[in-house]
């Protein structure tokens, strides 16, 4: 099994180049099946989640092609309706396509979904919503039976608590429903954003209404469309976080800093100076940085998927800081590796209490998730001495040419078998 060496804790300087977004690239894909029409898909992450999908899409007889850096859907002759445990095991995403095969077939069996092992993540909200739109559904030995016997059909429904899949699963759907649906209390992460404007791209009508509104008119035909998928915000973050820790000078380009606030707004809060350019952003590490108390929520809040790397800064703040996971209940899994390298982060229920003033020591280190391996990773960076990290699989399921990029700024970094 493949494992990463790191060698801490030299400085970093140069640019980081962030690819494109895997949790926006999922969604878009998925909503792929709702057409005939070729889809030309550019910046999509070259990392595992996405092979994963494209295999999912091309087991459902999807004709799928790399063409010059773009790829090629043809789903003219898509026909199967059966989504497998075994490509839906890894990635939760999967789920994502019941709503596109419902609004093609009427009638759909999806495997429940795996992903990373971060709380227990249910799928209610997704099909709840589904059956408003006229589905009916049982589940039987891990499976979803839905169908859909007089098609979909628009409605309105307001999501019982923000949800970011089931706000795509729906809006991809109700896309191709008869009639309209209005959807309340959704999602507005960007990647939703992202999904949006491909649908509208494609000829879908879909409009904002309010903030977390939305307004759909199903449509029967769409066009052939090239889209081009926006940048990865937690790639972006990880690096930026990655500077704060040690103490270097990054610029980390291809992204739209303004939907990096809130993560900006904490960096700089902590000590780190952060300067915003049209499409980059750099950033110069400080030696002191301030402790401060974060909590996890729905964009435009922190992200969940960058909680586990801010609390590695953290550990090296002046002072105890304290992180509220407010959207899984499960999601700290690197504390007790960090604290094998010396952190005093100790967990009551969804907070952390992390102490100040870290040096932290080498180790072997396991990974258990994705955002989690990357904080590990993070972590050894700004150790000095050799850290190894195991289960780097993990990793490898949405950061692009990780190890490449961080060589390019001169980081000790190699990947062994
Ligand atoms: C979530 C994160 C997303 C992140 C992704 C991967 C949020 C709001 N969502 O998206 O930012 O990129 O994980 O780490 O930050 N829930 C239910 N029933 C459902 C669906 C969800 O109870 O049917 C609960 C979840 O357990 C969770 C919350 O709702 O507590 C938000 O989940 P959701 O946004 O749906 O999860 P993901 O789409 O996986």
Redesign the pocket.
């Known amino acids: 099994m493949q494992k990463l060496e790191v060698f801490g804790s030299n400085k970093l300087k140069g640019t980081i180049d962030i690819s494109g977004s895997k949790?926006a690239s999922l969604p878009i894909l998925a909503a792929s099946l709702l057409t005939n029409k070729k889809i030309f898909l550019r910046n999509l992450p070259k990392v595992k989640d996405i092979e994963t999908m494209i295999d999912l899409l091309r087991s459902l007889g999807s004709k799928i092609k790399f063409k010059n850096k773009e790829l090629v859907i043809d789903n003219s002759k898509q026909n199967k309706k059966f989504a497998s445990y075994n490509l839906m095991k890894t990635m939760?995403?999967g789920i994502l396509v019941l709503g596109p095969l419902l609004a093609k077939f009427r009638v759909a069996k999806v495997s429940l979904p795996g992903?990373?092992a971060?709380?227990?993540?249910?799928?209610?909200?997704?099909?709840?919503s589904l059956s408003k739109l006229g589905v009916k559904y049982k589940i039987f030995q891990g499976y979803v039976h839905a169908c859909a016997p007089r098609g979909l059909i628009g409605s309105k429904i307001r999501f019982?608590?923000?949800?970011?899949?089931?706000?795509?699963n729906l809006i991809i759907a109700a896309s191709f429903a008869k009639g309209t649906t209005i959807l309340n209390n959704c999602?507005i992460?960007p990647?939703i954003k992202d999904l949006v404007d491909f649908l509208v791209k494609l000829g879908c009508d879909i409009t904002w209404t309010a903030k977390r509104s939305i307004k759909i008119v199903g449509v029967e035909e769409v066009n052939e469309t090239t889209y081009s998928i926006m940048f990865d915000r937690?790639e972006a973050g990880t690096y930026l976080i990655a500077a704060a820790i040690t103490e270097s000078n990054l610029k980390i380009r291809n992204l739209s800093p303004s939907i990096l606030k809130t993560e900006i707004d904490i960096l700089r809060k902590i000590g780190a100076r952060v300067i915003v350019k049209k499409n980059e952003i750099q950033i110069l590490g400080n030696k002191n940085i301030k402790s401060t108390n974060i909590k996890?929520?729905?964009?435009p809040?922190f992200?969940?998927?960058l909680q586990a790397q801010i609390m590695v800064l953290l550990c090296k703040a002046n002072n105890r800081s304290y992180i509220k996971e407010?959207?899984?209940?499960n999601?700290f899994m690197h504390v007790s590796e960090l604290n094998r390298m010396g952190a005093q982060i100790s967990i009551n229920g969804n907070k952390a209490s992390i102490s100040g003033n870290i040096k932290f020591a080498p180790a072997e280190l396991m990974a258990t998730d994705?955002?989690a391996s990357v904080s590990l990773i993070l972590a050894a960076l700004s150790t000095k001495g050799k850290s190894v990290i195991n289960r780097i699989y993990h990793l490898d399921r949405g950061y692009e040419d990780l190890e490449k990029k961080l060589k390019k700024v001169g980081a000790k970094i190699r990947r062994v078998n």
Request: hydrophobic share 30%; aromatic share 4%.
């Open positions: 949790n939760r995403a992903g990373c971060i709380g227990t993540r249910p799928v209610d909200i997704h099909l709840n019982s608590k923000i949800s970011v899949g089931a706000t795509e999602a992460e990647e937690i996890t929520a729905p964009y809040g992200p969940t998927d407010d959207i899984f209940e999601r994705l955002r």
